[in-house]
């Protein structure tokens, strides 16, 4: 163990997989460890280069390695897989892995504290909770649509049917039908009071986070966006610019360019889609203002739309935008300046 100087380790659930070699590259250790080996393996192990796929309990593991005295790098595994040699397993993973996080121009993931592991959970169950709501609710219309009620659309119309779903004594829904749409507004209800207490502690988080205060300074960025973004970019550093932010979350058109000829696509989408969405669904609040406002990015944005640009263009546009001033707020540590210079 005392020849080894860089780790790969495959993670798992209970079966890890370990590739070290030592300084001259030379294969070391190839060896598959369960949980409880694999801490006593990296305790008793002198200090080295240990990488890690950023995935599921990556953050974890950097955490842990860390405070073991290693020096821990997490790479993202789509940079991992051009590294993996023939058919793909957890022995050539972990090797691929090792040759991964010794390449120069490689570029790693910041490990995220706990603090800001929990803000993210509690995105993802609102997100979860919110989709299953939407659900049910599309559920409730398609099944009373079949029995001529209708509602407008928007979630708040929706009292009307369920009204007439709670009034007993309505004779203009079968029996049987209300006793099989009532659990589903009971559960309907239940979700509401959920997602509003999740809520409750998103701006909890908010207004205790200096950085998600700053970005909800921005148009179009409310507390659950700024709050997301202020969680999932643990270092706003290791970006060179606000455009790469903007590649990172795949706001940023999609090239396919060959000798010297430019050709750009759409937007990439890659990256962290649940930020893009809020990123986007913000946008497309600013702009069903813009008309009446005289802010900088309404300006900018108004200046798209005259030239005749379809609004979801002008709506990804500016997210782009948006996310590229984030990017600047969260490096510079300042709040968005309502300027003219700013558009």
């Given at each position: 163990?005392?020849?080894?100087?860089?780790?790969?380790?495959?993670?798992?659930k209970n079966i890890f997989q370990v590739h070290a070699v030592d300084a001259a590259g030379r294969v070391v250790?190839?060896?598959?460890?369960?949980?409880?080996?694999?801490?006593?393996?990296?305790?008793?192990?002198?200090?080295?280069?240990?990488?890690?796929?950023?995935?599921?309990?990556?953050?974890?593991?950097?955490?842990?390695?860390?405070?073991?005295?290693?020096?821990?790098?997490?790479?993202?595994?789509?940079?991992?897989?051009?590294?993996?040699?023939?058919?793909?397993?957890?022995?050539?993973?972990?090797?691929?892995?090792?040759?991964?996080?010794?390449?120069?121009?490689?570029?790693?993931?910041?490990?995220?504290?706990?603090?800001?592991?929990?803000?993210?959970?509690?995105?993802?169950?609102?997100s979860l909770l919110m989709s299953q709501r939407t659900a049910l609710i599309c559920a409730l219309r398609s099944?009373?649509?079949?029995?001529?009620?209708?509602?407008?659309?928007?979630?708040?119309?929706?009292?009307?049917?369920?009204?007439?779903?709670?009034?007993?004594?309505?004779?203009?829904?079968?029996?049987?039908?209300?006793?099989?749409?009532?659990?589903?507004?009971?559960?309907?209800?239940?979700?509401?009071?959920?997602?509003?207490?999740?809520?409750?502690?998103?701006?909890?988080?908010?207004?205790?986070?200096?950085?998600?205060?700053?970005?909800?300074?921005?148009?179009?960025?409310?507390?659950?966006?700024?709050?997301?973004?202020?969680?999932?970019?643990?270092?706003?550093?290791?970006?060179?610019?606000?455009?790469?932010?903007?590649?990172?979350?795949?706001?940023?058109?999609?090239?396919?360019?060959?000798?010297?000829?430019?050709?750009?696509?759409?937007?990439?989408?890659?990256?962290?889609?649940?930020?893009?969405?809020?990123?986007?669904?913000?946008?497309?609040?600013?702009?069903?203002?813009?008309?009446?406002?005289?802010?900088?990015?309404?300006?900018?944005?108004?200046?798209?739309?005259?030239?005749?640009?379809?609004?979801?263009?002008?709506?990804?546009?500016?997210?782009?935008?948006?996310?590229?001033?984030?990017?600047?707020?969260?490096?510079?540590?300042?709040?968005?300046?309502?300027?003219?210079?700013?558009?």
């Amino acid at each position: 163990m005392e020849q080894i100087t860089t780790v790969g380790i495959d993670l798992a659930k209970n079966i890890f997989q370990v590739h070290a070699v030592d300084a001259a590259g030379r294969v070391v250790l190839q060896k598959a460890f369960r949980r409880p080996q694999l801490v006593t393996f990296l305790q008793k192990l002198p200090a080295c280069l240990v990488g890690l796929e950023a995935c599921g309990s990556a953050h974890h593991w950097g955490r842990f390695l860390t405070q073991s005295g290693h020096h821990v790098r997490l790479i993202p595994p789509a940079y991992v897989k051009p590294y993996v040699r023939r058919q793909k397993n957890d022995v050539a993973d972990a090797a691929a892995i090792c040759e991964a996080v010794t390449r120069p121009s490689m570029r790693f993931v910041p490990i995220k504290t706990e603090e800001q592991q929990a803000a993210l959970m509690l995105h993802r169950a609102r997100s979860l909770l919110m989709s299953q709501r939407t659900a049910l609710i599309c559920a409730l219309r398609s099944h009373l649509a079949e029995l001529g009620l209708t509602a407008p659309r928007g979630v708040r119309n929706l009292r009307l049917l369920l009204d007439v779903l709670i009034d007993e004594t309505d004779d203009s829904l079968p029996a049987l039908a209300r006793a099989a749409l009532r659990p589903l507004a009971d559960q309907l209800a239940s979700m509401g009071a959920r997602i509003a207490e999740l809520d409750h502690q998103l701006l909890a988080w908010h207004r205790a986070n200096a950085t998600s205060q700053r970005l909800a300074t921005i148009p179009g960025v409310g507390p659950v966006t700024a709050s997301a973004l202020a969680a999932t970019v643990a270092d706003p550093a290791m970006f060179a610019s606000g455009r790469e932010f903007s590649a990172f979350l795949g706001l940023v058109p999609r090239q396919s360019s060959s000798g010297g000829k430019v050709k750009l696509g759409g937007i990439s989408k890659m990256g962290d889609r649940y930020l893009r969405h809020l990123l986007v669904s913000g946008a497309v609040a600013l702009l069903s203002h813009a008309r009446t406002r005289k802010g900088p990015l309404d300006i900018w944005a108004k200046g798209l739309m005259a030239k005749n640009k379809p609004i979801k263009v002008v709506a990804v546009a500016l997210a782009n935008k948006m996310a590229r001033i984030a990017w600047a707020l969260m490096v510079r540590g300042e709040t968005f300046r309502l300027t003219t210079h700013a558009a």
